[in-house]
Nanobody, 123 residues
Framework: QVQLVESGGGLVQAGGSLRLSCAASGRTFGDYAMGWFRQAPGKARELVATISGSGGTTYYADSVKGRFTISRDNAKNAAYLQMNSLKPEDTAVYYC????????????????WGQGTQVTVSS
């Protein structure tokens, strides 16, 4: 089992950057694929990006491709989401999630979730 804690959210102007971090407990962090999801008010939770346990495979939603970068440091039991060129439509609560399955784009495939961190982008 793994416990996840996100940090790094905040208020930023459009065009700015934020870096989200996800700290994980446990000794086998590298066995877990990680995902970042987001949920805006009144909208469904959506996938932002995923990364395999080794970090060798990544996937991005079209809406963030070229602006966001997912990464991980297995020695530090941490995953990251670097967000550049932020837009007001990126405003949401961002969650990190973990799964021992192969990298997956489906939220239901992730049994472990953090509590979320708010990202607000002002225009």
């Amino acid at each position: 089992q793994v416990q996840l804690v996100e940090s790094g959210g905040g208020l930023v102007q459009a065009g700015g950057s934020l870096r989200l971090s996800c700290a994980a407990s446990g000794r086998t962090f590298g066995d877990y694929a990680m995902g970042w999801f987001r949920q805006a008010p009144g909208k469904a939770r959506e996938l932002v990006a995923t990364i395999s346990g080794s970090g060798g495979t990544t996937y991005y939603a079209d809406s963030v491709k070229g602006r966001f970068t997912i990464s991980r440091d297995n020695a530090k039991n941490a995953a990251y989401l670097q967000m550049n060129s932020l837009k007001p439509e990126d405003t949401a609560v961002y969650y990190c999630a973990a799964t021992r399955l192969m990298i997956t784009r489906v939220a239901s495939g992730y049994p472990y979730w953090g509590q979320g961190t708010q990202v607000t982008v002002s225009s």
